[in-house]
């Protein structure tokens, strides 16, 4: 290059870059983090370096989705994790003669598939004392081979032999039905019938879960076996007759403590409440309706726990 003009390029670059001042980011960075007014913001597609980095993000997302699409392990069950979760199944008691679902919350491994774990910690779930049961565990009328897949609203069971009939009566198949019904719709919102099937064969009918199963009375807070400090507020929701619900918190068999209080009634479930003092022990809290017509037990629910 000619020294004359290779001089007056070096001068001209130099007068340039000396005319620049950048601004004191940092202390603009600072000023933001702060809490101090931000600066009104250019959009980043007018940039030609971010419209080049927005194209490689793009490009990257589409990859990476066509990577999940063609996964070959897409279509393998999912397996059991070091992870749990906490799930919602339903449990059967029966209060004044009648049969009600009761939710229960039990943890289970966590394979990723919500439905797919509810669905199997409801045939693993050992129903909470005595006056609970449940048809799926074992799973009567179903073999023993598992749940393989749920998929919206059906549910597929493996083949495999061993099947239980446990001598079911129509409401106790009515009864694991509405538990399964529930525990889909719980996991995922899923309000259309839920089919249950075996192999390709439809096992149970089509089947939506109905208020009317859920029982007129649940205890929801504490939980079962529960640690809590006094006060202890025991709350849950109710639908009965003029939203009438009645307390007690008995200790070693005796009660300590009763009262009545307000929920829901006409078919509209609603919440109540009551808070009690109680001394350090062990506890059971009990809330129920009387049936106005035969002067028994309607409905009930309760929960034991623990005052530190």
């Known amino acids: 290059m000619n020294d004359k003009l290779e001089t007056e390029l070096r001068s001209a670059i130099r007068t340039q870059a000396e005319s620049v001042h950048p601004a004191d980011r940092l202390g603009a960075i600072r000023a933001r983090t702060q809490g101090g007014s931000a600066p009104a913001r250019t959009s980043w597609w007018n940039r030609p370096w971010a419209l ?47 049969a009600w679902l009761f939710p229960e919350q039990v943890a289970t491994d966590d394979t990723g598939d919500t439905a797919l774990d509810a669905v199997r910690a409801l045939l693993e779930h050992e129903p909470t004392g005595d006056a609970r049961s449940s048809s ?49 719709r719980t996991a995922t919102g899923w309000t259309a019938p839920v089919r249950a099937i075996v ?40 639908d009965t007759f003029e939203a009438n619900v009645v307390w007690e918190v008995l200790q070693d068999g005796r009660v300590v403590e009763d009262g009545f209080t307000m929920g829901g009634t006409m078919g509209e479930r609603a919440s109540f409440e009551f808070t009690v003092d109680l001394e350090p022990g062990n506890y059971t809290a009990r809330a129920y309706a009387e049936d106005m017509e035969t002067g028994g037990l309607f409905a009930e629910d309760t929960v034991t726990f623990t005052v530190e």
């Not at 927005?54 to 066509?66: D, E, F, N, Q």
């Not at 598992?146 to 998929?151: L, M, P, R, T, W």
């Not at 009317?212 to 929701?237: K, M």
């Open 199 to 238: 192999g390709e064969e439809p096992s149970l009918p089509p089947t939506m879960a109905d208020e009317a199963a859920i029982s007129p009375i649940i205890i929801e807070t504490p939980t079962d076996e529960a640690t809590v400090s006094s006060p202890v507020t025991i709350s849950g929701a109710s």
């Open 136 to 184: 799926w565990n074992p799973p009567c009328g179903f073999p023993n081979g598992g749940v393989q897949s749920v998929d919206g609203g059906v549910v597929t069971f493996a083949e495999a032999g061993g099947v239980r009939t446990c001598g079911l009566t129509d409401v106790g198949y009515q009864m694991q039905r509405q538990q399964l019904a529930w525990t889909v």
């Open 52 to 98: 080049a980095a927005g194209a490689g993000l793009i490009t990257a997302s589409v990859i990476t989705a066509a990577v999940v699409l063609v996964d070959p392990s897409a279509d393998e069950p999912p397996v059991a994790g070091d992870d749990q979760r906490e799930v919602t199944v339903y449990e059967v008691g029966e209060v004044g003669g009648r």
